[in-house]
Structure formats: structure tokens, C-alpha cells
T-cell receptor
């Protein structure tokens, strides 16, 4: 499986934007970029995904580099409830192994007042 | 819409025993996958079931097994428990066709197993 690289931890102040980077230099043409987050004592939660174009939803935005070798998850206004471990995952949706997500170590986001 | 339900939430077993964990997926979801989460290894894929058939399997010993019923509910079983099996076991469901998955995985809150 193609691997992703993320910083171990990041800090942000509440109400400020947060940019969480992810490198995936070995991404293949059919890999989608997915982001999940895991709040304390909960299972992972889907955040957003994309293939080539930037994506927006109510939770976040995903900016994908033109060569697709990196991406950035953007939380526009971090709140204390956004404190979680964020996982960047490559997922080949169409090969039958789509439910086999390969989680890395993720980025632990701390949000302070 | 009810989420993914896992039972039991917590359980304690001793080495050598076996355990069965249950997962009820979101209504209409036909794919159920299982993950193990430990502090040392993080989240690791165990297996996926779709239409009562195992479609994918992770790198775990044969002591770890599972099954899926016709109503898409799934169980996983770990036999001859070892101390290292202490972990949070997470179940996830998703919509899936025979060829692809669409959309995200929805995870339950997990079953925390402690092996003494």
C-alpha cells in the first residue's frame, strides 16, 4: 500500500485556521486521499476525501497538490472539539480492497484557548 | 439513523480463553470490516466481510476469525487469548458493491478487551 507521512503533532489556537499536511509521494493514479479523525475514546470519523481537485464540506477543506504527491487538510476555525488524531489515508476504491484502510500514526492536533 | 453498534463495550478475559465480539452495521450497509487498535501498533486492519463472505484479510494469526450473517451483522472471535490481544477492537460499516466501495467507513465506538 502507498504510504503517507504526517507530522506527529501540531498545536493551534481556538478560532484560528489549521493546516494539516500530508505527504504521499508514491500515490497511484487510482488512489483517493481520505482523511479521518479520532477523538478521544471514540472510533475514527470520516472527515473528507478527494482525488485531484480541492474539496470542501461542512467540516473541512482538502487542498491537493497538482502532482498529487501531497495534500493539506484545512480546518477553517479550530475549536476545542477538533482536538483529535488526524489520519491521512490513501484508498484505492475500485480494487476490492477499499475497506482495508492503512492508518499511519497520524497527527495529534491540540487546540488551546 | 442509528450508527454502528458494538457489543460488549468492555470486557476482561484471561489468557487462553476465547472471546466473541459483535457488530451491527448501519442499516443498508452490507460491508463490515474489523480493526485492532493498540498503543504500539496503532490501527490495523483485521478483515472485511461482504454478503457473508470474507473479502479481505489482514496479517493476523488464525486465532482471529469472523463471520457475517444474512442481516449483515458481524461477529469476530479470538481464540486462545494472549496478553498482546488486549486492544480496542473497532468495527466499521460501509456501502459496497461487488466491485467498489462508495463513500466513507462508519466506525463504532469499539470493544475494549483486556486480557489478564
Amino acid at each position: 500500500d502507498a504510504k503517507t507521512t504526517q507530522p506527529n503533532s501540531m498545536e493551534s489556537n481556538e478560532e484560528e485556521p489549521v493546516h494539516l499536511p500530508c505527504n504521499h509521494s508514491t500515490i497511484s493514479g487510482t488512489d483517493y486521499i481520505h482523511w479521518y479523525r479520532q477523538l478521544p475514546s471514540q472510533g475514527p470519523e470520516y472527515v473528507i476525501h478527494g482525488l485531484t481537485s480541492n474539496v470542501n464540506n461542512r467540516m473541512a477543506s482538502l487542498a491537493i497538490a497538482e502532482d498529487r504527491k501531497s495534500s493539506t487538510l484545512i480546518l477553517h476555525r479550530a475549536t476545542l472539539r477538533d482536538a483529535a488524531v488526524y489520519y491521512c489515508i490513501l484508498r484505492d476504491t475500485y480494487t476490492g480492497t477499499a475497506s482495508k484502510l492503512t492508518f499511519g500514526t497520524g497527527t495529534r492536533l491540540q487546540v488551546t484557548l | 439513523k442509528a450508527g454502528v453498534t458494538q457489543t460488549p463495550r468492555y470486557l476482561i478475559k484471561t489468557r487462553g480463553q476465547q472471546v466473541t465480539l459483535s457488530c451491527s452495521p448501519i442499516s443498508g450497509h452490507r460491508s463490515v470490516s474489523w480493526y485492532q487498535q493498540t498503543p504500539g501498533q496503532g490501527l490495523q486492519f483485521l478483515f472485511e466481510y461482504f454478503s457473508e463472505t470474507q473479502r479481505n484479510k489482514g496479517n493476523f494469526p488464525g486465532r482471529f476469525s469472523g463471520r457475517q450473517f444474512s442481516n449483515s451483522r458481524s461477529e469476530m472471535n479470538v481464540s486462545t487469548l494472549e496478553l498482546g490481544d488486549s486492544a480496542l477492537y473497532l468495527c466499521a460499516s460501509s456501502r459496497r458493491t461487488d466491485f467498489a466501495s462508495t463513500g466513507e467507513l462508519f466506525f463504532g465506538e469499539g470493544s475494549r478487551l483486556t486480557v489478564l
